[in-house]
């Protein structure tokens, strides 16, 4: 590859990137438009209403986590990319259809948290995410497009934090048979209550 | 030229492709605000509803990946540019009034599936996008702004990619005074389906 | 100033333009959102209703036409940028936070198109906004903040481009009182129908 | 660290930054969806209810000025960094979790402006924002992330700028007890009306 091209591949990575972050900063910001202002009528009081939302807070914080690690991961796992190719555009624009999502399920659970259905479909678009993340580190790997100083790194990428959270997800699929209330915990437990230090070694 | 102009031209450049993905990242993103929901009352259960989502859904994933396939192709071209005037801002700013409305004509197709008209809209808006797309791309070319290594690519693209999408929506469109479904099915095959492989040949 | 001085000098005019450019292509995206998809009731048909959306459509086009200048300008002057100061910045939010408000007087005119305070209010906000991005163009130019290169082009458009929106929305309030049609006529035939070829001369 | 490392870890902040950026821009351009078209009925005057839109206008421009205020000392503070970690990540995303509710909580005070709570949540989400970004900045320099170019412009942020905004807001929550009125006198005065010159020594 001539020096020409390589400069333009890295302008259309970086093209590549910025429409995604957009995405990313689009779909966590959305997020705050699930959040209800209470109605108080009759005789209810306004700070009553108010502290009943921390379900609604809860779920704003725990998908805002949720879809930070994902960009995260993107962010370091892109970072090492000196190239890409069709397939990786396509696996980009599928996994992005999936974050998109999460305001959507976000807005389910808030409104049926006690529903199994309703954890079963939260859990179930991010293990899916999470899957289609996994898929396009793996190709991009075995496709030759990660720079040779990255792909210890995005090997590890690949094995940990990518899996992380579909497994986390995936696992707590069978949990909401027992309550929908044990599955939040876990995801509470285990997504926002991941050791940071683990992000500290890059 | 002189460098100096170059140079500006090309972070002028860089800022309208900025400012071009940003409108692309929020109309994609916007799609997600399309699905409701389900209000689940009386003896009706939240997992029917959910299932019952299905065709917004589809919707959604349709929409996703035909305004994803449009970045696609702008994005190509758009590295192929060396310069750009007047003529071509305006007909970029049109192009993005049309890709803007597809949150909106889906939404018309989540809730009038079934209607003739409703699935005319949703067409025609991308058969205009596409065409005033086309047109971009012509007027690139002949006005001298695409880098000569790219003019290849970028003919191919308006007799190839940029078209597809045009020629498939107009199409449809007398399709649908058969069935509106025949319309959709149509799409789903010849958007969704459309062999990836052709991307990887850049 | 020194050369590391300058580049900083340079990144964080580019991190003022990208943010700039997101509020921008966000605010100009929102106008989607106030098309209304027709409710079907009774025996009134989809294709009657869809027609209806004329003027909405209208006013769509109409407030991303505008906005699109807005952004032309903006981009035209900043690119001519070498320096700016708390002023400028402060100068600049104040424009946004008027750009921002285009989508809520557009719903406005969307509503009450026919009520001359409905006319009044777009035009006004609008005029507005004009006349603060004059201002900073203005104060760009005797703070000193312009290239030499640029400072023909900047002086220009705040004679010229940066003040021809304002003048027509200004112009436009007081013929409001004979009617909001003849309002909204002179706004199509000014915004829209402004030669493109004046911007080709770059 | 050599020199490629130290290219990578500029792009990383780079793309940091724009993802924040395009966080902020987003949240600051949502608050035009609290705005909402007055309905008119019955014999009200649409002029009436216009002019009756000024305290939603005022809390618009307020948490504009806010949001505003806030990415100025974020760009500031992040253009003086050479380097970043996870725990700098986890912060910005925990601050962006804070920015972003600020539509909500400016719906709220839209709604309830005349109830203590709905008074004292919006400044105690502002109070939050302003103690994690203190704690960011405190935390760059003490990790030592800052360039000794920058690190007595970001000490002083973290006394000054930083702290102003979230110092002001916790004060006004025992203002509230007094009238809800009193507690946004306070902020309009302290918020708007800090003199932007002090911007300008930079």
């Given at each position: 590859m001539e020096a020409g091209t390589r400069a333009r591949e890295a302008t259309d990575l970086g093209r590549l990137v910025a429409f995604t972050d957009g995405v990313f900063a689009i779909a966590i910001t959305l997020l705050v438009l699930n959040l209800d202002v209470p109605s108080v009528t009759g005789d209810r009081d306004l700070d009553d209403e108010l502290l009943k939302l921390w379900p609604e807070l809860l779920a704003y914080f725990l998908s805002f986590a949720v879809v930070g690690r994902f960009w995260l991961v993107h962010h370091r796992v892109f970072a090492g990319l000196h190239s890409f190719d069709g397939w990786l555009l396509g696996l980009n624009l599928a996994y992005l259809s999936f974050v998109v999502l999460v305001p959507f399920t976000t807005e389910i659970l808030d409104t049926y948290g006690d529903h199994r259905s309703a954890v079963i479909t939260y859990a179930g678009v991010l293990t899916l995410a999470g899957l289609v993340n996994w898929a396009m580190i793996r190709y991009s790997l075995d496709a030759g497009h990660v720079h040779p100083d990255a792909r210890d790194a995005s090997a590890e990428a690949a094995r940990g934090a990518a899996l992380y959270v579909p497994i986390v997800f995936a696992l707590s699929i069978p949990v909401a048979f027992i309550h929908p209330y044990a599955t939040m915990?876990?995801?509470?437990?285990?997504?926002?209550?991941?050791?940071l230090s683990r992000r500290v070694r890059r």
């Open positions: 915990a876990m995801w509470v437990l285990l997504v926002l209550a991941r050791p």
